[in-house]
């Protein structure tokens, strides 16, 4: 296994909280996937920490494919999912998933953690 790139990524949860109630469907569409959507939805009290820490994830990978937010890309190509376990993984799709596998990268390790005040993501591309 060889790394290809890591980001890490800290999100004030206020600030995704201000997002949501000032833009509301938006930002929900424009950043997060329809499945994105349903699961931090689920999330109750913990809903805005829950979408923070997804932000943080897609920050993450930009950082680590070391593109940022790139010519033809959305933060809704990449979306974070839940293994059957509950562990999140990352799903790239076109422009982000080429820029990946442009530079080898072919799977993802990933760590989400969530305060009331922050969300925090480390993502590390693999060969």
């Known amino acids: 296994m060889s790394i290809l790139g890591h980001g890490i990524d800290l999100v004030d949860v206020e600030r995704i909280e201000d997002m949501l109630d000032r833009h509301g469907a938006r930002f929900l569409d424009r950043c997060f996937t329809v499945r994105e959507q349903a699961y931090c939805e ?3 009290v913990q809903r805005a920490q829950r979408y923070a820490a997804r932000f943080a994830a897609k ?3 930009f950082k680590a494919i070391g593109t940022g937010l790139g010519e033809g890309m959305t933060w809704t190509q990449i979306e974070v999912v839940r293994a059957d376990s509950g562990q999140p993984m990352i799903e790239l799709r076109d422009e982000v998933a080429r820029e990946a596998t442009q530079i080898g990268i072919s799977s993802w390790l990933v760590s989400l953690t969530h305060l009331s005040s922050h969300a925090c993501a480390s993502v590390i591309g693999i060969a």
Do not use: H, R
């Open 42 to 44: 689920s999330g109750g």
């Open 59 to 61: 920050e993450a990978v």
